[in-house]
């Protein structure tokens, strides 16, 4: 699978480019300030993008949707009880005095099992809240390899959890996404996270000081 991720300041957050090999179809998750640099890796390989998917509605996840949809023009899809954050992403900017400019709506709600596809790739959102009440991970696989790989947004990073001291967030709902959604995943299952490096889920099973027993309730 082609991954591709860029960030910038001020919030570095991750946005993510996936791509199939064999077709060159794509999705792009959520675009940020560094939508220009996302579009531009997804133009150099050659990508037909299918999709813009959200993590969940934070702000630094989704000040690039318009400028993304305007270019791509394909659907955008959120868990839904995130669409009151975003559609509140101005209120969410002058909270951390940072305009930032409306976005166009939300094109579709993640609901069942059925999973959205690029290419050979099959994309099932697992909904994952307590960092946020909609925050959803991306599981992402080849139809013809038992292999995944996980797109967490805030949910979880190299050594840490996403926060929990915003409007939704709660850490006894976060460990509970953790450890019944995520840590359910082969101890090789590759991690992307909203910031910083990718890790495993084995390397935060074993490391992650918020992931012991004792911490779980
Ligand atoms: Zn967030
Ligand atoms: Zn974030």
Redo the contacts with the bound molecule.
């Keep these: 699978m082609i991954v591709e991720t860029r960030a910038v300041e001020p919030?570095l957050?991750n946005g993510y480019v996936l791509g199939c090999e064999e077709t060159r179809e794509g999705v792009l998750i959520d675009p940020g300030d560094e939508v220009e640099d996302l579009l531009e890796a997804a133009r150099q390989h050659q990508l037909d993008i299918r999709y813009i998917l959200l993590t969940h509605a934070?702000l630094?996840?989704i000040t690039g949707v318009g400028r993304a949809k305007n270019a791509l023009n394909v659907p955008v899809g959120l868990h839904e009880a995130d669409n009151f954050l975003y559609r509140a992403v101005r209120q969410q900017g002058m909270a951390f005095g940072y305009p930032v400019d409306e976005q166009p709506p939300v094109d579709f709600f993640y609901k069942g099992d059925e999973p959205l596809r690029f290419g050979k790739y099959s994309v099932w959102v697992r909904h994952t809240p307590g960092h946020c009440s909609g925050g959803v991970c991306l599981e992402v696989g080849r139809d013809d390899r038992p292999e995944r790989v996980l797109v967490v947004?805030?949910t979880l990073f190299a050594g840490s959890i996403g926060r929990t001291d915003l409007p939704g967030g709660d850490t006894a709902t976060l460990l509970r996404s953790i450890h019944e959604v995520l840590l359910a995943f082969p101890d090789d299952t590759v991690v992307y996270s909203?910031?910083g490096r990718p890790t495993t889920i084995g390397h935060e099973r074993r490391t992650n000081p918020f992931l012991t027993a004792t911490n779980f309730s």
Excluded: L, V
């Design positions: 919030f957050k934070h630094d996840h947004g805030d909203g910031h």
